[in-house]
């Protein structure tokens, strides 16, 4: 919840919702925050690869 907060309450909140739930539970069952990072890093490469699709 504080992960989507920090995001705002904007579009986006939903999204950073999810993603801050699933890397959570990444974090308690390996142990390690890498997992969540991965998590991160592609739910926003795949966000921008949206954008510049939609932008072309």
Same mark, same amino acid.
């Given at each position: 919840?504080?992960? /989507?907060?920090?995001?705002?309450?904007?579009?986006?909140? !939903?999204?950073?919702? &999810? =993603?801050?739930? *699933? /890397?959570?539970?990444?974090?308690?069952?390996?142990?390690? !925050?890498?997992?969540? &990072? =991965?998590?991160? *890093?592609?739910?926003?490469?795949?966000?921008?690869?949206?954008?510049?699709?939609?932008?072309?």
């Amino acid at each position: 919840m504080i992960f /989507a907060l920090m995001h705002g309450l904007n579009a986006v909140f !939903v999204t950073a919702l &999810v =993603v801050g739930l *699933v /890397a959570a539970e990444l974090r308690r069952r390996s142990g390690s !925050v890498w997992p969540g &990072v =991965v998590v991160h *890093v592609t739910n926003n490469l795949i966000g921008q690869g949206l954008v510049l699709f939609l932008a072309s």
